[in-house]
Structure formats: C-alpha cells, structure tokens
C-alpha cells in the first residue's frame, strides 16, 4: 500500500488535527480544496483552505529526499499556482517521513538571480513524540518521531490504538499506524505490537488500496502515450484523469494500436459520449 495514500487520507480525514500540528495554532474549519492544480496537471498532496484564518495550507510528503524536478521548485510551482487560484496567502510544509542524511531533506529554500522562495521542512524523525501521540489522528505519523528506544515508541502508539473507544475509526487508524511504521519496523516487530485483523477489517485499507491501483495505472497509461504517441496535451490529460481504473486498464491496451494524437482523442470521445 502506498505511504503516499496513507497520509493523503489522514490528512483528508482529520485536516484541523494536522493544521494544528504543523501550524501550532487553534484552527476551527478547514475545508479541503482541490489538490490537482490547472495549467499543465500536478496533483499537491494536502490543500485545505483554513478559518478563521483565510490561509491556504499546502503539505507534501515526502519518503525519499530525491526528487525530479527538484523539490525547491516543485514547491514554488505549487505555491504559485495555489496563490493564483484561489489569491489567499500559502502556507507550505514539506514533511520527512524516513529518516536520511540526504541535503535535500535539509533544504528549505530556492535561490536564483532573481527569486527566494522559502517553504517550511518537518523531519519527523526530529519530532517530539507527545504532540502526536496526543491525537488519534496522528498515531500513524507518531511511528516514526523522535525516540531513543523505537520499540518503546511503538509500544505507546499500539496503547493508544486501544483508548479509542470508536472501533471503525481504531481499524482505520490501526491500517494507518501498521503501514508508516513499516518505514522504520520490521514487519515482525510490527506484528509484536499491533493487531492484523484490526488493520484487515479496516474499510479504508481496501480504498486505499483501490486508490493505489488507479495512481499507479493512471502513471503507466500516460509514460505509455508519451512513447507511443509522444507529448499528451494537458486539456487531453484531464480527460484521462477522470477516467476509472477500469477504463484506464482498456486505454493502456487500446494505445498499443495508436498512431498519432487523432487516435486518443476519437477514443476519449467514445468514452466520454
């Protein structure tokens, strides 16, 4: 299951926990925006408008430090086309979630002869445990803050699974926490710990899972245009996004017979009669 998918929906689920988190202020209201911004497509991770503030919080999660374009400049390009959509000032947080001595997961900025930009960095591993452990929400992220003993951790985390009296949301929670500490535990350890039939009784474990599958077809089937038929124009590739997982399965084997842009675009039109 994609890490990705895990803190999206945590993030979608419970916004204010996660805008008081990395805010430290009282937010009352936040209202999810869309994530995938226009012009060409990108697709944020989190983008919520919050009140009473009236402030875009925009927050991106990050595995590897290694990023293409540079993260520096996928930030600006977010920011950007967040400040222009919806014209309410941004606030951006790129956070860490593995631990790593890469430079990127230091940078904070992009310089050039004409722009500084600055966006904020969480490294969770630096991260006090208590303010995580403090909200069911984020238990998931609490696997991997700061600790001395990990195992210790991880037992607290599990303890604090079991004080939440609502048993939908402790299965959630629960396919959460066993998914993000898989980025520091070994599966055994996990197992130790954490009930398996708690994460699979979780209705969310199986759409994320859909989720994933759709993400990862909807990459493949546009990597596979671009080769076949070469540069997909964006108004053509927001036809694509809407289209269902099973349909993109169908495009994916339909490309094989393109020959030029013509093609795609009679196909979408078929689909979308």
Same mark, same amino acid.
């Given at each position: 299951?994609?890490?990705?998918n ?6 979608e689920q419970?916004?204010?926990s996660f805008?008081?988190?990395v805010?430290d202020?009282a937010?009352?209201?936040?209202e999810?925006l869309?994530?995938?911004?226009s012009?060409e ?7 919520a408008? *919050?009140?009473?503030?009236e402030r875009?919080l925009?927050l991106e ?7 293409n374009?540079?993260?520096?400049l ?7 086309r967040l400040y222009?959509?919806?014209n309410?000032p ?8 593995k631990?790593t001595?890469?430079t990127?997961?230091y ?8 722009i500084?930009?600055?966006y ?13 452990l403090?909200?069911?929400a984020?238990?998931?992220l609490?696997t991997?803050?700061q600790s001395?003993?990990?195992?210790a951790?991880l037992?607290q985390?599990a303890?604090?699974l079991?004080?939440?009296?609502e048993?939908?949301k402790k ?5 959460c926490?066993?998914?993000?500490a898989?980025?520091?535990f070994?599966?055994e350890?996990?197992r ?5 039939d ?5 209705v969310i474990?199986q759409e994320?899972l859909a ?9 493949l089937?546009l ?5 076949r038929?070469g ?5 053509l590739q927001a ?6 997982t ?5 495009l994916?084997?339909?490309l094989l ?6 093609? *795609?675009t009679?196909?979408?039109?078929n689909?979308?009669?």
């Amino acid at each position: 299951m994609s890490v990705d998918n895990i803190c999206k929906y945590l993030s979608e689920q419970y916004p204010e926990s996660f805008a008081n988190w990395v805010l430290d202020r009282a937010t009352t209201d936040a209202e999810i925006l869309k994530s995938e911004l226009s012009v060409e497509p990108i697709r944020a991770d989190f983008v919520a408008l *919050l009140r009473p503030q009236e402030r875009i919080l925009h927050l991106e999660f990050q595995v590897e430090a290694i990023s293409n374009p540079p993260l520096s400049l996928r930030m600006l390009d977010y920011c950007v086309r967040l400040y222009r959509q919806y014209n309410r000032p941004v606030d951006q947080f790129v956070i860490f979630l593995k631990r790593t001595g890469s430079t990127a997961a230091y940078a904070d900025r992009l310089i050039t002869d004409s722009i500084t930009y600055h966006y904020r960095v969480i490294r969770l591993w630096e991260q006090d445990p208590a303010p995580l452990l403090a909200n069911p929400a984020l238990l998931p992220l609490a696997t991997l803050a700061q600790s001395d003993s990990p195992d210790a951790l991880l037992r607290q985390v599990a303890s604090r699974l079991d004080m939440i009296e609502e048993q939908e949301k402790k299965r959630d929670i629960s396919a959460c926490v066993e998914v993000l500490a898989g980025l520091r535990f070994e599966i055994e350890t996990i197992r130790r710990f954490l009930r398996e039939d708690m994460m699979k009784e979780s209705v969310i474990y199986q759409e994320i899972l859909a989720r994933g599958k759709r993400e990862e077809a909807l990459s493949l089937t546009l990597r596979l245009l671009t080769r076949r038929i070469g540069e997909v124009a964006p108004e053509l590739q927001a036809q694509i996004q809407n289209l269902t997982t099973a349909q993109l399965e169908e495009l994916g084997v339909a490309l094989l017979d393109f020959n030029n842009v013509a093609d *795609l675009t009679a196909w979408l039109q078929n689909q979308f009669a």
